[in-house]
């Protein structure tokens, strides 16, 4: 069998799968095909498409040709711009938020420590040394421990 | 300018053959069910106004366009599934449809004896695995070359191609196909 033979036969075979589908794909196929066929009578004559550049044309011989190998324009420009545009818009706004927000935290803390500088007794010194850091965090350690077992 | 009952002849003689080519790229019925309803639709009311001739390449067109934009998406969708794939329940879903076990008495399939119809069955499940098995190029130029019975330049220009890519593609789709088919003991 040549080629064309061989595709005839299998094409055959496809053609009677296709046929055979279920009765759910049949049901639905139908139910897409009527409201397509809706859809049309219900568009505008300027919802319908006009002739564009690189589009089908039927040529003068009857036959119809492509102009260019290009897709059709289906989306717009400002389709795909915002595609692209709003995500990344929202990703910037939600990273300057959070940066924002750690940075005054940040800020909330270094004021926190530097008002105990200012009233606290002790010389600024001391919270320098490690050691009185560790003798402080045992103490504060303990006091939790101690208020926990009162209650 | 086609009329609604043309429009509607063309889609009832196409709407199987572009099921299953559908199929045939995406592997998922529901897929390939929207995707051919989004290709009608999106002929109907874009290309309404298009002589009757024009329709079969106008939605050959449409519905490669529409399968190609399937897998773009796919490709986004994926990456959210994978994040929340823990939080679905895939037990609550039923989609059971107790029509479909019913069969149909009515035409050829009833002079057909079980087994006969069972071997057929499963013939047509081979063709249809060998066909998803090929490469997609070659797939796409053997499907619209010869189901959809374009000539090589219309399947040129639908595939983006030149001629001799066509004629390349369809000739090792068909070979394939063939060796495939013997392999598995059908005879063509």
């Not at chain 2, 199929?23 to 995707?35: F, K, M, Q, S, T």
């Not at chain 2, 109907?44 to 490669?64: H, M, V």
């Not at chain 2, 399937?70 to 794939?85: A, G, I, M």
């Not at chain 2, 895939?90 to 009515?106: G, K, R």
Request: with cysteine; aromatic share 6%.
């Amino acid at each position: 069998m040549n080629e064309k033979q061989t595709a005839s036969a299998i094409v055959d075979l496809l053609n009677e799968g296709a046929e055979r589908v279920s009765y759910k794909v049949q049901h639905r196929l139908e139910r897409a095909r009527r409201n397509a066929v809706n859809a049309a009578g219900r568009a505008s004559p300027a919802q319908q498409r006009v002739a564009v550049p690189g589009e089908m044309t039927v040529l003068a011989d009857g036959t119809a040709g492509w102009s260019s190998g290009s897709r059709e324009p289906a989306d717009s420009w400002a389709m795909a711009v915002a595609r692209w545009l709003i995500p990344m818009t929202l990703l910037i706004v939600g990273l300057w938020g959070i940066g924002k927000v750690q940075l005054d935290e940040e800020s909330d803390v270094l004021a926190t420590e530097n008002l105990l500088l200012l009233v606290d007794e002790l010389p600024p010194a001391a919270y320098a040394d490690h050691g009185f850091g560790v003798f402080m965090n045992n103490t504060r350690i303990a006091a939790e421990e101690l208020a926990g077992a009162n209650r | 300018m086609a009329t609604p009952q043309e429009l509607e002849a063309f889609l009832a003689s196409a709407e199987r053959r572009a099921f299953k080519q559908a199929v045939y790229a995406v592997r998922d019925d529901d897929h390939a069910l929207d995707i051919v309803q989004d290709a009608m639709l999106k002929l109907t009311t874009s290309y309404a106004d298009r002589p009757a001739q024009e329709l079969p390449l106008l939605f050959t067109r449409i519905l490669q366009n529409a399968i190609h934009d399937f897998f773009r998406r796919q490709k986004v969708r994926n990456t959210w599934t994978t994040l929340f794939s823990s939080l679905r329940n895939d037990d609550e879903e039923d989609d059971s449809d107790p029509l479909e076990t019913i069969e149909s008495e009515e035409g050829s399939d009833k002079a057909e004896s079980s087994a006969d119809k069972v071997e057929r069955i499963q013939i047509l499940s081979i063709i249809d695995a060998e066909v998803q098995k090929l490469p997609r190029r070659q797939r796409e130029a053997f499907l619209l070359r010869y189901w959809e019975e374009l000539d090589v330049a219309e399947t040129a220009a639908a595939m983006g191609c030149s001629e001799g890519s066509v004629k390349t593609h369809c000739s090792r789709a068909t070979a394939a196909l063939a060796e495939a088919l013997a392999a598995r003991g059908i005879r063509l």
